[in-house]
């Protein structure tokens, strides 16, 4: 099944990125910040994710 948590948290770290490349934005800007929270989500998702399918014995 598709996750599209992670998918919507993708698209907009990729679609942000594309923008901060394209104006050359420093790491302070709103959308950089965004960035840096959307990888910590992002993480946290797949932590979560791999703990719950985690077989157990």
Do not use: V
């Amino acid at each position: 099944m598709a996750d599209l948590y992670q998918k919507a948290l993708e698209s907009e770290r990729r679609s942000l990125w594309a923008e901060c490349r394209l104006k050359g934005l420093a790491k302070d800007t709103p959308e950089r910040i965004r960035i840096a929270e959307l990888d910590g989500l992002l993480a946290k998702h797949k932590a979560k994710k791999g703990g719950e399918s985690a077989p157990s014995m």
